[in-house]
């Protein structure tokens, strides 16, 4: 939309939008994995999947040049502050964004009062990590029972919120500390303000973890089942390049079913 001003409440798509995020992203997978997948491509005279399944035969899963969905990958993928590192305070901590973390690892004379990259979880600010000693240390926030499940969104909002209420009454400086977010995220105003922002991301919540569901395990084949499955058979009768057909999908069924996805759309 080039003039969202110039919209009008009848043509507004924030009060036209029917799809939650879930069911979006259930007929998303579905068209990408059933529909496209399962249509004949005129440039490649097969269906993606047969020329996938194709070229895994004639070259190998190359495994070894996968990236394996594991805790190292997680950390290096999570977000960070602006500047990336926290200093090691004795008996508080890592500070990020405006919450202080403690672990264990913190015990180490050698390690306070030193700089260490840090990372936190998006959707659950309860917990943070620090690069301590080589070695990524879980840190447990102040005031975790209140923290623990709330999105970075959601603390976003609740920190403005505290600071707009500040201004209304007082003009002088004021600090947001972890106490201040706790008492506020427990309070009857924060349930109001902050009621839809918790219900979008426990629904964002449920499709990472399926997304996450879908990753093998360390070591573990990168294909998919179905592809997978394809792929072994067609190496055991012996062919080395001739593509792979899918007798079990008719032309017929593939038009019908790409017509009742994008229907539902």
Not at 91 to 107: C, P, T
Not at 184 to 201: G, H, I, P, Y
Not at 230 to 249: C, D, K, R
């Amino acid at each position: 939309m080039k003039n969202p001003r110039e919209a009008s409440k009848s043509v507004n798509p924030k009060n036209l939008a029917v799809w939650t995020l879930g069911a979006l992203y259930e007929k998303l997978c579905e068209y990408a994995h059933e529909v496209y997948n399962d249509i004949e491509h005129p440039a490649l005279g097969m269906t993606p999947e047969q020329a996938f399944v194709t070229r895994v035969k004639q070259t190998g899963e190359r495994d070894q040049a996968g990236i394996p969905y594991d805790e190292d990958f997680r950390m290096m993928t999570m977000p960070t502050t602006d500047k990336g590192t926290a200093k090691v305070l004795p008996g508080l901590g890592v500070k990020i964004n405006n919450i202080f973390y403690n672990s264990d690892e913190f015990l180490n004379p050698d390690v306070e009062n030193k700089q260490a990259l840090v990372r936190f979880d998006p959707y659950n600010a309860g917990i943070a990590y620090a690069l301590v000693r080589r070695r990524w240390a879980r840190c447990i926030s102040d005031h975790y029972a209140t923290f623990e499940g709330r999105s970075e969104k959601e603390m976003l909002m609740a920190t403005t919120e505290l600071r707009r209420r500040h201004r209304l009454h007082s003009r002088g400086y004021f600090t947001v500390t972890a106490k201040k977010l706790a008492d506020f995220l427990n309070s009857v105003e924060a349930e109001e303000c902050l009621l839809l922002q918790r219900a979008r991301d426990r629904e964002s919540r449920s499709i990472i973890e399926r997304i996450n569901s879908g990753f093998t395990s360390v070591g573990g084949s990168s294909l998919p089942e179905r592809v997978r499955s394809q792929t072994e058979m067609g190496s055991g009768a012996g062919s080395e390049s001739a593509p792979i057909t899918s007798s079990e999908v008719t032309p017929e069924r593939r038009a019908t079913r790409a017509r009742s996805v994008i229907e539902e759309f």
